[in-house]
């Protein structure tokens, strides 16, 4: 079952935009991961944020998480054409059998136009 | 190598055929896990290994299986392949498979049943 549910599914802007993607989620996590998948590539991490944290910074991202609207987005400022990729959030929790597991939405195709 | 190798790159395969997908890390990680991703579908757990001599099943485990005999490797195999198995397929790894953890992908196998 899907836990994290981007929006929206794609986007598409102007390179200098600022891009903002939407990840809504349904039951208590530990914490909330974004990814970067450029096309045919693997997933690589982006930014990790605890259920204790209501934001984070890395460079040109920005990531909020409300815990209370289960919800969280993430911003790209400033993009670049080679920002142009797939991102998908993560919500991690632990399984019934004890095991901790990431759990992946369906991802927002994001295009920046140069 | 560094990080995460898989092999095949792709793959064309019968229905009914045997198919072990490779997965080697040299990062002395603890847990792997293997994932299909699929159109529009996002993500889904296959199989997961927390340390060398365990696994577990994940969201989508019926007609696969793996085997962890040492640190470094997670073979999946396909008994026999079905059409619906066709799909692009990551191979993960993360640290010990704690709450905190970044997941590193592979760049995946592309395969197809006909």
């Known amino acids: 079952s899907q836990q994290g549910e981007e929006d929206p599914q794609a986007l598409s802007i102007q390179e200098g935009e600022n891009a903002t993607m939407n990840c809504s989620y349904k039951t208590s996590i530990n914490n909330l991961q974004w990814y970067r998948q450029n096309s045919g590539r693997g997933l690589v991490h982006l930014i990790l944020i605890r259920s204790n944290e209501r934001e984070k910074h890395s460079g040109r991202l920005r990531v909020t998480l409300d815990t209370s609207k289960k919800s969280s987005s993430l911003l790209i400022t400033a993009s670049r054409a080679a920002d142009t990729a797939s991102y998908f959030c993560a919500t991690g929790s632990y399984s019934g059998a004890g095991s901790y597991q990431l759990t992946f939405g369906k991802g927002t195709k994001l295009s920046v136009i140069p | 190598i560094a990080g995460i190798t898989q092999a095949p790159t792709s793959q064309i395969l019968a229905a009914g055929r045997r198919m072990t997908l490779r997965c080697t890390q040299d990062m002395r990680h603890n847990a792997m896990y293997w994932y299909r991703q699929d159109l529009g579908l996002g993500l889904r757990l296959i199989h997961y290994?927390?340390?060398?001599?365990?696994?577990g099943k994940g969201e989508v485990p019926d007609g696969y299986s793996v085997s962890r005999a040492n640190t470094d490797d997670f073979p999946l195999t396909l008994a026999s392949a079905v059409p619906s198995q066709t799909s692009v397929y990551f191979c993960?790894?993360?640290?010990?498979?704690?709450?905190?953890?970044?997941?590193?992908f592979g760049p995946g196998t592309r395969l197809l049943v006909l």
């Open positions: 993960a790894s993360s640290l010990t498979g704690g709450y905190q953890e970044t997941q590193y």
């Open positions: 290994s927390n340390t060398a001599g365990t696994t």
